[in-house]
């Protein structure tokens, strides 16, 4: 069975940073790219950026509104997918979810608050 | 201003069948694969159609999916009040390089 853990949420100053991981489990995580997602309050989904696996350079892609100011990686020995989020605006606050892929799998999410 | 439009609200009676749309652009579902999820309120969404048409195991078969040029289409048979969530379409933008979810349905069993 697919697992997919977020972790790392909470309340960041405007300005602040944050790191969210996300542990996966019940599938092949070496072979599989992974995504987050995010849905502030009330509103609908946005995907936020994605990492490629190593055999495919392991690159990764990012969302206009978050370019710059988040970065994915991954750690295959620990199977986990990380989000470092430096920056924060108010606009970011939302649930975040790991996913696997552009979304075959979802985590539960984790909430980020920024606010002053 | 959501690069997928999807219309904000559906519904129907039990057993009807409710059919939303998601209309984007050649940059985006004329150039890729449409995907559709299910959010009930309160829970994580879920993968319901991939691939335009394809139903992940475990997705019955009233739920079917389609596309045709630059918009999609996801079909509620046999509607049902577990069926009651908001929808999303999504595709992958190749000029962009971003994947984009269209802007919600909310699907109402009346």
């Known amino acids: 069975e697919v697992q997919l853990v977020e972790s790392g949420g909470g309340l960041v100053k405007p300005g602040g940073s944050l790191t969210l991981s996300c542990a996966a489990s019940?599938?092949?995580?070496?072979?599989?790219?992974m995504s987050w997602a995010r849905q502030a309050p009330g509103k609908g989904l946005e995907w936020v950026g994605r990492v490629r696996t190593r055999f495919d350079t392991g690159t990764t892609d990012y969302a206009a509104p978050v370019k710059g100011r988040f970065t994915i990686s991954r750690d295959d020995s620990e199977n986990t997918v990380g989000l470092q989020m430096d920056s924060l605006k108010i606009e970011d606050t939302a649930v975040y979810y790991c996913?696997?892929?552009?979304?075959?799998?979802w985590g539960q999410g984790t909430q980020v608050i920024v606010s002053s | 201003q959501s690069v997928l439009t999807q219309p904000p609200s559906a519904s129907g009676t039990p057993g009807q069948r409710v059919t939303i749309s998601c209309s984007g652009s050649s940059s985006n579902i004329g150039s890729s694969f449409v995907n559709w999820y299910q959010q009930v309120p309160g829970t994580a969404p879920t993968l319901l159609i991939y691939?335009?048409?394809q139903r992940p195991s475990g997705v019955p078969d009233r739920i079917s999916g389609s596309k045709s040029g630059t918009s999609a289409s996801l079909a509620i048979s046999g509607l049902q009040s577990k069926d009651e969530a908001d929808y999303y379409c999504?595709?992958?933008?190749?000029?962009?390089?971003?994947?984009?979810f269209g802007s919600g349905t909310k699907v109402t069993v009346l």
């Open positions: 691939a335009n048409n």
């Open positions: 999504a595709a992958w933008d190749p000029s962009l390089n971003e994947f984009f």
């Open positions: 019940g599938f092949t995580f070496t072979n599989t790219w």
């Open positions: 996913i696997v892929g552009f979304g075959d799998h």
